[in-house]
């Protein structure tokens, strides 16, 4: 029993110290983001809408169309495991695949593996 407080106790304190760190950079509306490239064929950290709902809305279901595209934060709200989720528009006024106006993003984990970069 007392191994599981002491443990729960270390727990809370080491969340606690690293707290900071997670939020370091601040998220405000109108924040300008670039889409970065990945090396592989998908993205974790970005969430898009699943092809086939993309080729139903008359889209084009492909991930190298947003490759270098500037986004703007429209909107910041929070899951419930405490990431930031924050949806995106494209800066130029047009659709992801041609038919979304918005897409929704884990910004703390697309900064930190890459898939996002600030500007």
């Known amino acids: 029993m007392l191994r599981k407080i002491t443990f729960s106790i ?11 760190t ?16 990945t090396q592989g064929t998908s993205y974790s950290h970005l969430i898009f ?3 086939n709902f993309i080729i139903k809305r008359g889209g084009i279901a492909n991930t190298k169309s947003v490759k270098n595209l500037h986004v703007i934060v429209q909107s910041i709200s929070y899951d419930s495991d405490g990431n930031t989720l924050v949806h995106l528009s494209r800066k130029d006024g047009g659709r992801f695949f041609r038919s979304y106006k918005q ?17």
């Open 10 to 20: 270390l727990v809370v304190l080491v969340s606690l110290v690293f707290m900071p």
């Open 22 to 37: 997670a939020q370091g950079q601040e998220v405000k509306i109108g924040d300008e983001f670039v889409i970065s490239p």
């Open 49 to 51: 809408p699943r092809k």
């Open 103 to 119: 897409i929704s993003a884990r910004i703390e984990k697309a900064l930190e593996s890459g898939e996002m970069r600030s500007i």
